[in-house]
């Protein structure tokens, strides 16, 4: 487990309720948070302060899909998360995020070693506590695999979760790469499984069309 400082910003919190599911998927560790309905709202912080961050954690990066609204700060950067919204924290280094509010809400987290990420230290340093929309591109799909796994990570085999964790790195990568401008620096088996994801949410989209046809999958996706 990573250590954190948890505390309430407000004095009335007897009915708060919280309930966090870990699970191991391949090579990285997936946290989903749920935090129940108060009639009372209620706003909390969860901080890495230095001490904390001074330990080695076999997990460094962490990147975060919300549900709700949250704010992430990092490196003098603060991201206000909407829905569908995910950003990335250097677990090395202090950073808090803070939500708040009466309405349920649900976090999804996922940590994986820094060397898993083939990107230098000092770029990804750039983009932390930096707002990513999951709307469209890339991103999106980053956000709809976190939403599965958000609902599934207790029903998958070894086998499932180490496909899907390479999945789910690869997509990051390419993702982040393509923020910071460094798309030659992802290997092309990353590369790859990047494009194979985009190719099956094209078919999912189109399944309904007669016009779906491998020609214009491959148009689509600007290979032969």
């Given at each position: 487990?990573?250590?954190?400082?948890?505390?309430?910003?407000?004095?009335?919190?007897?009915?708060?309720?919280?309930?966090?599911?870990?699970?191991?998927?391949?090579?990285?560790?997936?946290?989903?948070?749920?935090?129940?309905?108060?009639?009372?709202?209620?706003?909390?912080?969860?901080?890495?302060?230095?001490?904390?961050?001074?330990?080695t954690d076999a997990y460094e990066i962490k990147?975060?899909?919300?549900?709700?609204?949250?704010?992430?700060?990092?490196?003098?950067?603060?991201?206000?998360?909407?829905?569908?919204?995910?950003?990335?924290?250097?677990?090395?280094?202090?950073?808090?995020?803070?939500?708040?509010?009466?309405?349920?809400?649900?976090?999804?987290?996922?940590?994986?070693?820094?060397?898993?990420?083939?990107?230098?230290?000092?770029?990804?340093?750039?983009?932390?506590?930096?707002?990513?929309?999951?709307?469209?591109?890339?991103?999106?799909?980053?956000?709809?695999?976190?939403?599965?796994?958000?609902?599934?990570?207790?029903?998958?085999?070894?086998?499932?979760?180490?496909?899907?964790?390479?999945?789910?790195?690869?997509?990051?990568?390419?993702?982040?790469?393509?923020?910071?401008?460094?798309?030659?620096?992802?290997?092309?088996?990353?590369?790859?499984?990047?494009?194979?994801?985009?190719?099956?949410?094209?078919?999912?989209?189109?399944?309904?069309?007669?016009?779906?046809?491998?020609?214009?999958?491959?148009?689509?996706?600007?290979?032969?």
């Amino acid at each position: 487990a990573l250590d954190f400082d948890l505390r309430f910003l407000t004095d009335r919190h007897d009915r708060f309720r919280a309930r966090c599911a870990v699970h191991a998927l391949g090579a990285v560790q997936a946290a989903v948070l749920s935090y129940a309905r108060s009639p009372v709202p209620t706003a909390g912080e969860v901080r890495r302060t230095p001490g904390f961050a001074d330990r080695t954690d076999a997990y460094e990066i962490k990147f975060s899909l919300t549900f709700e609204h949250v704010e992430l700060e990092q490196d003098g950067r603060r991201a206000r998360l909407h829905p569908g919204d995910f950003a990335i924290a250097d677990l090395t280094r202090p950073s808090s995020s803070t939500a708040g509010g009466s309405r349920a809400r649900r976090l999804v987290s996922v940590t994986l070693p820094r060397a898993l990420l083939p990107l230098p230290t000092s770029r990804v340093a750039e983009i932390t506590a930096v707002p990513v929309s999951g709307r469209r591109g890339s991103p999106a799909l980053v956000a709809t695999l976190l939403r599965r796994i958000a609902a599934e990570a207790g029903t998958y085999d070894p086998a499932e979760a180490a496909r899907i964790s390479t999945a789910l790195v690869d997509l990051v990568a390419t993702t982040l790469a393509s923020r910071l401008d460094l798309r030659p620096a992802i290997p092309p088996d990353a590369r790859r499984t990047a494009l194979l994801q985009h190719i099956y949410a094209h078919v999912d989209q189109h399944l309904g069309s007669p016009g779906l046809t491998p020609a214009t999958i491959a148009d689509a996706h600007h290979i032969s």
